[in-house]
Structure formats: C-alpha cells, structure tokens
C-alpha cells in the first residue's frame, strides 16, 4: 500500500516569500505530525494533528508557521514571509490511532532552501 | 522537557562486526522508545522499536535494550552489512509526540 507522501520534494523559494508543503498521510491514519530536520540534526516537532483538531502546535518557531488538516487526511504546511533560517527538511508522519505508543510512519520530506 | 542524547555521532565498523548505539533520556513518563534508519534523500524508517514494559526485544540482527531506571537504551547491529551504513536515531515519547536524538552515522566498510 501507499505511505506517506509529500510534495513537492524540493522547494526553493526567495526570502520573504511565502510556502505551502503538502502532506498526504496514508490512508486511515488518523494522527499527523509535522517536524522539522536541520542538517546533520534529528527531527524536532512542529506540530501534531489527530483527525482535523490542532492538538498541539508547541514546536512552531514562530507566528509565520501555520498547518491545517481541514478534512482529517491532508495536511498543508505553510510558511509566510521565509528567512534565511527556515531552511531544512520538512517530514511529514502519520500513526494510525493517537497514542503515544503507536509508529510514527514518515513520508520522504520536502526540502527547503531559503536564498 | 524530554532530552535525548546519543552517541556515538559516527560510528566505523568492519562488515561483519558488531555496532552499538546509546541513548540517554531525561523524562521519566517516557514508554516508548523507537528506532528509526535515515539513508540519504529518504525520510526516516522505522527499524524496531520497545515499549516500557520489556527490557529487551529482537528481530533478526537488530536488537534493543532498555533500562527505565537508568533511562537508557541501545541498539545493537549484529554481522552488520554494507547496506546497514545510514543515519540512526533513537526517539523517547512524550505525550503523543517524540523527541530524536541527534543521530549517529554508520559506515560499515567492506
């Protein structure tokens, strides 16, 4: 069966420009997460959906940060007015409950570069 | 909140040799603790993961201890293989969400 699937896979975009990343969870899973992967770092949480709700957007860096999951499946994470910094991979997951013991299935991640 | 070490952050073994990788976490209300591989371009992989309630689990060459009361866990790669050179992470849970470590890089050399 289908994974995790995100698009676009690279994304080169001007500074202050603004961004939209896609992510198409597998089917059924009901939990989402979004992270973001500096280079040569691990994963740091961004934010986590179970179903549509917004559960927990603690790891957002800041106010230009934005995701939605309006039907519960796709998920689109936007960035507006991109710096400099916010160059990195951006990893999409899905789990297929919401606990906390369940595998977190990652897609490939899109890549962010910020000139 | 939750912290994840690791280490080593590169690691060389001979193929055929055995790898060990550590981790260390700080929150005790952590009670799951995966493993995921990271080969270049791709995202992360899950390649066996334990839950709290065992110390020790195993799937073929890979295998996974954990000590809660020390707060540490490891991974062991046995008869390791040209094809297990990758990027590692370990993760602890926390809440519904988990927190990496920083990653070691394997190369197994031929």
């Known amino acids: 069966g289908a994974g995790v699937s995100q698009s676009p896979r690279y994304k080169v975009a001007k500074r202050g420009q603004d961004v939209a990343l896609r992510c198409d969870p597998i089917s059924g899973h009901v939990s989402l997460f979004w992270y973001q992967q500096a280079l040569g770092q691990g994963p740091e949480f961004l934010t986590y959906f179970q179903n549509e709700a917004q559960l927990d957007k603690s790891g957002l860096p800041s106010d230009r940060f934005f995701a939605e999951r309006p039907e519960g499946s796709v998920s689109t994470l936007k960035i507006q007015r991109t710096q400099q910094e916010d160059s990195a991979v951006y990893l999409c997951?899905?789990?297929?409950?919401?606990?906390?013991?369940?595998?977190?299935?990652f897609g490939p991640g899109t890549r962010l570069t910020v000139l | 909140g939750e912290n994840v070490e690791q280490h080593p952050s590169t690691l060389s073994v001979q193929e055929g040799d055995s790898a060990v990788i550590k981790c260390t976490y700080s929150d005790s209300a952590s009670n799951y603790f995966p493993w995921y591989k990271q080969e270049l371009g791709k995202g992360p992989q899950l390649i066996i993961d334990i839950r709290s309630n065992v110390g020790e689990k195993k799937d073929q060459r890979i295998a996974v201890t954990l000590n809660k009361t020390a707060k540490h866990f490891s991974l062991h790669i046995t008869e390791t293989q040209p094809e297990d050179s990758a990027v590692y992470f370990c993760a602890a849970s926390i809440g519904k969400n988990f927190v990496f470590g920083p990653g070691t890089r394997l190369s197994v050399l031929p």
């Open positions: 997951a899905s789990s297929l409950a919401g606990q906390n013991t369940d595998t977190q299935y």
